[in-house]
């Protein structure tokens, strides 16, 4: 499939279509073996914390030197969504 094209016949507002977003790439890049993998090691580490599906509002994050730490979700994910 070529970049860039779009598929879906939803027209709502925020849909990709509607909003020009393409998901191609995005769908590709999360189904790779390693983003599974990175992926199951986060929920693991959520899980040995306690943390996993009781609406604590925590996440394991990242530190600089490797560890992981429990953090705010809203402060883990909103410092690694990206520079606009």
Same mark, same amino acid.
């Given at each position: 499939?070529?970049? !860039?094209?779009?598929?879906?016949?939803?027209? %709502?507002?925020?849909? !990709?279509?509607?909003?020009?977003? #393409?998901?191609?790439? #995005?769908?590709?890049?999360?189904?790779?073996?390693?983003?599974?993998?990175? %992926?199951?090691?986060?929920?693991?580490?959520?899980?040995?914390?306690?943390?996993?599906? !009781?609406? #604590?509002?925590? #996440?394991?994050?990242?530190?600089?030197?490797?560890?992981?730490?429990?953090?705010?979700?809203?402060? !883990? %994910?909103?410092?690694?969504?990206?520079?606009?």
């Amino acid at each position: 499939m070529a970049k !860039n094209t779009i598929k879906a016949k939803n027209t %709502r507002k925020g849909s !990709n279509k509607a909003t020009g977003r #393409d998901y191609s790439y #995005d769908k590709e890049y999360q189904s790779s073996k390693e983003r599974k993998s990175y %992926r199951a090691s986060l929920n693991k580490a959520n899980r040995k914390a306690g943390t996993y599906g !009781n609406q #604590d509002g925590k #996440d394991m994050s990242h530190t600089k030197s490797g560890k992981m730490v429990k953090e705010a979700q809203s402060k !883990n %994910r909103a410092r690694n969504r990206g520079k606009k």
